[in-house]
């Protein structure tokens, strides 16, 4: 089987950062799907891997944790599929990842691919989508509906792929009003296009900004990146009893900035259910199938921005300099071999 692995920890203007390999056919265990793999996202999370984590004796490492892709096989006690599904999902770290021409992945992860979306499209969502839902609904507890005091959310780097996600889910499926932060006008254009209500620089003081757009604070905050250099600002911007989700590996952060406020700071990480196992796993595939009712509804749309083309390591090592730029708007994908 062909798949483009890493051997060791190298820069990406390395060309020996990802490699091309040939690994044996992965063999499905019995919760597993067999995925033939159509299309793959690029996360920054591939690129700290790739720079950070050296595989384990030596041996081969695939990364990439979105997936495109029509199920070919399954395992003898997967009930929710058949070969012939297309499907999409974010996988698990603990097991190789999808930069390859098939893929297993355990079914509780696993939702129906949105029929109206191509597989390139669809491979631009799965990882963002879980991991803006869980942040702005169950560790910042935004409540889906239109309640009578929904309040307001801030989510920063509203142009990268979380962060454009996160727009969409709390424009669509909540009453709150949503502040996006960007530095430049592409993304700035971004924010607004994808439906935040006002939108912030975040290269220059919030809480000025913040007033000029007549909120005194924001009751909820979804903080994505360099959350290091923002959090001073961030916890002034912040209600009494407010809640900040963190998903960076941030640098040192002052948590009594927040204690005046008795404000609260949690963490997300979409990867948390499956690397430990969690018996509710499968709630990451139903909220993929259920998110892609939203797609086919025309609701929420997908965060392609563009294919860098198929899948092999020069174009890989090429998707990962873009996104280790930090100047990317949306997402970047591969199609499949």
Known sequence: MKAVAYLQCLPVDDPACLVDVTL?????????LLVRVRAVSVNPVDTKLRRNVAPADGQPRVLGFDVAGVVEAVGAQVTGFAPGDEVWYAGSRTRQGGNAERHCVDERLVGRKP??????????????????????????????GRPADPGSVLITAGAGGVGSMAIQLAKRLTGARVIATA????????????????????????????????????????????????????????????????????????????????????????????????????????LLSEVAD????????????????????????????????????????????
């Open 24 to 32: 044996p056919e992965p063999e499905p265990g019995p919760r597993d």
């Open 115 to 144: 029929r109206s979306l191509d597989f390139a499209q669809a491979a631009a969502m799965p990882l963002t989508t879980i991991t803006a839902w869980e942040s702005l609904f169950d560790r910042l507890q935004l409540r889906i």
């Open 183 to 286: 530095s430049r006008p592409e993304s700035r254009a971004q924010a607004e296009r994808l439906g935040a209500d006002v939108v912030l620089d975040h290269s220059q003081p919030l809480s000025p900004q913040l007033k000029a757009a007549g909120l005194r604070w924001v009751e909820a905050i979804f903080s994505i990146s360099h959350t290091d250099q923002h959090f001073a600002e961030l916890a002034k911007v912040i209600a009494p009893f407010g809640r900040l989700c963190v998903i960076d590996e941030t640098g040192p952060i002052d948590v009594r900035l927040l204690k005046a406020r008795s404000a609260s700071l949690h963490w997300e990480g979409m990867f948390t259910r499956s690397g430990f196992e969690l018996p509710d796993m499968a709630q990451q595939g139903r």
């Open 294 to 337: 939203l797609v086919d509804g025309g609701l929420i749309r997908s965060t392609h921005a563009r294919t860098q083309g198929r899948l092999d390591a020069a174009t890989l090592r090429a998707a990962h300099a873009l996104v280790e730029s930090n100047r990317m708007v949306g997402k970047v994908v591969l199609d499949g071999y």
